[in-house]
């Protein structure tokens, strides 16, 4: 059977930390499983503690006061959430957080992992590297929103999601529309466009692409 500590290893900000360190981990680390659907934590309440994803995977999203979402992350085995807030006073969660297939995950108290953050200088600098990373990744949702079209957006996210030329079924047009920052109508719309376009093909479910070029251009045009 796999140790705890082992389990948190593979967790990509405590990767490079020292053996004597995931066991200090280990030993706060409460697990918690989720399933599909469930709500992990809720925008708004009381930041009590970071997660870890060791199995499945959670979608990170905040809802404005009309209850149009939008999607900042899909997380999946390795990273973590909820990080930031608990080293604001007061902090709150900054988003809901829902599991999408069945979850498994590491919960660290605050006050946990504040006392190990005393004690374990190189935990500090993981989770800064951890830090910069999720800048880096909503630097790029805050130009995608207020620098590109709708089309431009949705030939960027077409090209990341492809597998073998095709966008998997199992992305709905709302649940599109929620990652890009749209309405499912304008989805709709901008998918029939690029069609028409000759850059990509409605087959069934799936959307394939026809013309990678093409659509680079659309990303950058």
Known sequence: MISKA?????ISVFAQLPSATLEDIARVAVPRAYETGQTIIFEGDPCTAAYFVA?????????????????LARLGPGQSFNTVPLFQEDGVNRATVRAVDEVRL??????????????NPKLGLALLRDFADRLDHLTDLVEDLSLRTVRGRLARFLLEQAETGAVSPRLTQAEIAA????????????????ADDNLIRMDRDRIVLLDRQGLEHEVHG
């Not at 108290?109 to 953050?117: F, G, M, N, R």
């Not at 990652?179 to 690029?194: A, P, Q, S, Y």
């Open 55 to 71: 199995r499945g995977h959670a979608r990170v999203a905040r809802v404005s006061a009309g209850g149009r979402e939008q999607v």
């Open 179 to 194: 990652r890009l920052g749209t309405v499912r109508e304008m989805i709709g719309r901008t998918l029939g466009d690029l």
């Open 106 to 119: 590491y919960a660290i108290a605050k006050k946990d992992l504040i006392a190990l953050l005393r004690t």
């Open 6 to 10: 082992d389990s948190l290893h593979a």
